[in-house]
């Protein structure tokens, strides 16, 4: 088949036209479409159109539009200008503009602007934005509506966002930014909000503000897990929105007649994917006016992409990653300059703000004996060599690494020597008596039944109630989270990936990696289940002296000690598709073979060339995401690509074809991933590589021996499949013999069986032989004032009982300014500051606490354990609430930060003068801070603020 060159007309009857069948458009019917419509001699108050045929043989000025789309009164709507498919259709922007205005000028009204060549479509809202491609038309229905929204939406002078949605000033501020944003004309928007920040009710406010002012009507919630689904329609529509229609979409199937939906991007791929059941109509690109996507870096650059692309609506990323962590991608496609969020409120601020709990300096590493030297033959007891014996297994050849534990080989006692290890230092209720929530991070399913079978082994008094597995297996799994969410037993989660994310229960006060994490993102994620903050909670019984004031890391797999030594990671194989890795290995063995002159490569080209061209007709043309690139897989699938030397084809193929591979349907990942390493094995065969053929021939041979024999299908193929489990096959192998196991063996690797071996197991004894505490700094200040800070706690302690100031401190007496002066003059002269020429400088202790008098007593009363008098950062921000609530102020994004920072700014100088407004970080506002952004007034009672605060704490 050849690319296709077509003229105006037949772009139109072969492209254009089914496109808008697709969604309701019938071309034929002249209540909907009107073709070639005369754009100066219709009437269209009247909506008496002539066609071209009625008015092109008088002497009248004509001028034609391809397509006049009308609405459900008959009424222009739209108008689409066609060209042919080489032309871009950019190209008639000012044809259609003309066509545009002359409707306009009868009617007073705007219609919409389609351009097409059949392969891409523009649409220009000319009233709210420029021109922006679509990967389909909009239907009437959803045309219409984006009519009414132009018609009736409204922009808040002053944006209000509702309060009783998000009640915290930086969650207000995100809203409002994000809303200052699309306002701007804006279309897409990225929100970085650290778990547990209130991402989902920030969300919720943007929707809320949104609606009122009618610049939107349907809306899509997308998350990549359902119980991110659960939380955004219970604790999300249900709660705020509770008169408007709402829907969790469950199937390809649903109500189209809601306002509010809730998906996950799996679930939603099916109604993506599908066309109703006459196979005609597809959901339009309008159909959702703004769509939300939680954990946005999980989704937009993976085979979920095309969701994000075809739907044309409003779109705004959700993520807790942080912002240094997020992907340049990310922030690519939601239009972010400079790598930076549209909002952003990271979890360094949030623990500052009291938001979110600290764990930063609670973390309890330590390491077994086992997972530090290893198990070998002389580590085994003579019961233990007797027990290998009888499974067949020869004790003399157990030699394995730690980081093998668990995975090949597992001791009992590691996983008991982690169960004491946590019990005897875990975070407690308020009791004292039981651990507090926690979750422990396992490697495996087995690797969890061994802890389970830990705890109950050494804490039986508990009768089974203390910890419990929950994988996603467990068809009671859901039961299980809600039981460990909302009852006191059970204590502990021993969980695999299941909730690694996505769970909220902030009363959790304990987490433990018993398994080594590879990922940065997935490591913060899981972190995050603990940092939930004291407000969260509900049940002061399970919590630490009934409060959460920070959570406990157990890590037991060094993963601190391994992110301080690889901050970016490892590098894994390839992110692409497994299938995209299929075809690009097909075309390298193309581009070795084709190289030679002989004729048994040249047969060998030909067999692998009728694998690729098979793999492109294998691409659901059909499918948006491919349909967009049609033009490449026409000419791909031409004969003439392969005679054309003005074309390399393994190059053409590779830099057009190769990324739609991930679109190629019903993959079965075990057989694309035996696919992938006889196709790589096949290339080391063609360039000699015997390093990559020694690797590759293991993991193969560990495949088909995982083939269950039992089956017809596979006894059928038992003598190939012995052949290949034997050295004299490898030692031999050829090209012609990958070819033999692709053909007969892949497609039968869907019924592999999950582990190629049992993992052994041995009962053997551990102990914890490494433990460290590890502090990761929170931004704030040098670890050599974090040092000073810690001897000057020390030496507090050592005053308590002897110095007469400290002693009245201790006794809530109360002190002189000469009891101060003392005071100080005793700590400065105790020969405490450490040799580095940073603190050397250091006047006073004034320079570590907040104030010179009262921050210093507080802070004494803080060590020495006695009730502590409010932080001055409390104090500020609750008095400048207190002023926004009782003025009933409704401050920008830019307003609010200019507040934040006005409080920042106090704090550290401990008082504010009105011309300190006009010095910087201010300037850094513009030229429009601090007037007119507020009014004198307003200053003035900043002013008056800081002031009063000053007077309480710092006078």
């Not at 049609?630 to 590779?654: G, H, M």
């Not at 193929?717 to 030692?731: G, Q």
């Amino acid at each position: 088949m050849k690319m296709l060159d077509l003229n105006e007309f037949q772009t139109r009857k072969l492209k254009i036209d089914i496109l808008l069948k697709e969604q309701g458009w019938d071309v034929n019917d002249r209540s909907k479409v009107v073709l070639e419509v005369d754009t100066k001699q219709s009437d269209f108050k009247k909506q008496d159109y002539k066609q071209v045929n009625e008015t092109r043989r008088n002497d009248a000025e004509s001028k034609y539009a391809d397509y006049l789309l009308l609405d459900s009164t008959g009424k222009p709507l739209a108008i689409i200008e066609a060209k042919r498919t080489t032309k871009d259709p950019i190209l008639g922007q000012k044809q259609a503009e003309e066509y545009a205005d002359d409707i306009k000028a009868q009617t007073g009204k705007e219609v919409f602007i389609f351009l097409s060549n059949g392969y891409q479509i523009w649409l220009w809202d000319r009233e709210r934005y420029g021109p922006r491609q679509l990967k389909g038309f909009y239907s009437l229905k959803d045309l219409e509506r984006l009519l009414y929204q132009r018609k009736n939406s409204e922009l808040e002078a002053e944006i209000d966002i509702d309060g009783s949605i998000v009640d915290r000033a930086k969650s207000i501020e995100v809203a409002t930014r994000v809303v200052e944003h699309i306002h701007k004309g804006h279309r897409k928007a990225l929100i970085v909000m650290a778990t547990g920040t209130g991402k989902t009710r920030v969300a919720m406010a943007i929707i809320d503000q949104l609606i009122r002012e009618g610049r939107v009507q349907r809306v899509l919630f997308l998350t990549d897990r359902k119980a991110l689904r659960k939380q955004a329609y219970e604790k999300g529509y249900l709660r705020f929105f509770p008169e408007e229609t709402k829907e969790i979409i469950l199937s390809g199937n649903y109500n189209s007649n809601c306002r509010l939906y809730v998906s996950t991007i799996q679930t939603f791929q099916e109604i993506y994917n599908q066309k109703d059941r006459n196979e005609m109509y597809r959901i339009s690109p309008g159909a959702f006016d703004l769509i939300f996507s939680d954990e946005a870096h999980r989704s937009i650059y993976s085979k979920w992409k095309g969701i994000f692309t075809y739907l044309d609506a409003i779109q705004i990323g959700l993520t807790a990653t942080p912002a240094d962590m997020v992907d340049r991608d990310t922030f690519r496609f939601f239009e972010c300059n400079d790598d930076i969020p549209t909002a952003l409120y990271s979890y360094e601020d949030a623990v500052r703000d009291a938001v979110l709990c600290d764990f930063r300096k609670n973390i309890s590493g330590a390491r077994t004996y086992f997972q530090i030297e290893g198990i070998k033959p002389e580590n085994l007891t003579e019961g233990e060599r007797e027990e290998l014996i009888k499974k067949g297994i020869d004790p003399d050849e157990i030699n394995f690494e730690g980081t093998e534990l668990e995975k090949k080989i597992a001791v009992k006692g590691t996983s008991e020597a982690i169960v004491r290890e946590f019990m005897e230092n875990c975070l407690t209720d308020q009791a004292g008596t039981l651990p507090a929530k926690t979750i422990f991070f396992a490697i495996s399913k087995l690797h969890a039944k061994r802890l389970w079978e830990a705890f109950e082994k050494l804490y039986p008094e508990y009768k089974g109630k203390l910890a419990r597995i929950i994988v996603s297996e467990d068809s009671r799994a859901q039961q299980l989270i809600k039981d460990f969410e909302e009852k006191p037993f059970p204590r502990i989660a021993i969980s695999v990936d299941m909730m690694d994310t996505g769970i909220d229960v902030p009363e959790v006060c304990n987490l433990v990696f018993a398994k080594p994490v590879f990922s940065k993102i997935k490591f913060w994620q899981m972190l995050g289940r603990g940092t939930r903050a004291d407000g969260a909670c509900e049940h002061r019984e399970w919590l630490p002296d009934g409060k959460k004031e920070y959570f406990k890391v157990f890590d037991f797999w060094n993963n601190f000690e391994y992110w301080n030594m690889n901050p970016e990671g490892v590098q894994n194989e390839s992110a692409e598709a497994i299938t995209n890795r299929i075809f690009l290995t097909r075309l390298k063995q193309l581009g070795e073979l084709m190289q030679h002159r002989d004729p048994a490569s040249e047969k060998a080209a030909e067999q692998v060339k009728a694998k690729i061209i098979s793999d492109i007709e294998s691409l659901p043309r059909d499918s948006v995401n491919v349909r967009e690139h049609l033009q490449d897989v026409e000419k791909a699938l031409s004969p003439k690509l392969w005679d054309n030397i003005a074309v390399d084809p393994v190059e053409f193929l590779q830099k057009k074809i190769m990324p739609l591979m991930k679109f190629k349907p019903d993959v079965n990942l075990k057989e694309a991933t035996f696919t992938l390493r006889c196709e790589k094995l096949a290339y080391a065969l063609l360039e000699n590589d015997k390093a990559e053929i020694d690797r590759l021939k293991t993991s193969i041979a560990e495949m088909v021996d995982r083939l269950p024999r039992t089956l017809d299908s596979v006894r059928a193929k038992e003598a190939l499949m012995d052949n290949v489990l034997s050295r004299s096959f490898w030692e031999t192998v050829s090209f012609e013999d990958v070819q033999l196991l692709l053909s007969d063996l892949a497609p039968l690797m869907p019924y592999m069986a999950k582990e190629p071996r049992e993992t052994i197991v041995i009962d053997m004894s551990d102990i914890i032989a490494e433990r460290k505490e590890w502090q990761i700094s929170g931004g704030n200040d040098p670890s050599y004032v974090e040092a000073y800070r810690r001897e000057v706690e020390a030496c507090i302690r050592a005053l308590a009982e002897t110095h007469p100031a400290v002693r009245k401190i201790k006794n809530n007496e109360p002190l002189t300014d000469y009891d101060l002066e003392q005071l100080e003059e005793t700590l400065l002269n105790a020969d405490l500051t450490p040799d580095n020429p940073k603190l050397s400088s250091l006047a006073s202790l004034s320079n570590l606490y907040p104030s010179r008098h009262a921050s210093l007593v507080d802070f004494i009363r803080q060590v020495l354990g006695l009730y502590s008098s409010p932080a001055p950062d409390a104090l500020i921000k609750d008095a400048f609430q207190t002023y926004i609530i009782e003025n009933n102020k409704h401050y920008s994004s830019d307003q609010l930060n200019f507040i934040l920072t006005l409080q920042t700014v106090f704090l550290k100088k401990k008082h504010i003068e009105y011309s300190t407004l006009w010095q910087p970080p201010f300037t850094n506002f513009g030229t429009t801070s601090p007037f007119p952004m507020f009014t004198q007034e307003e200053l003035n009672s900043f002013i008056d603020i800081c002031k009063g605060v000053e007077k309480d704490l710092f006078m």
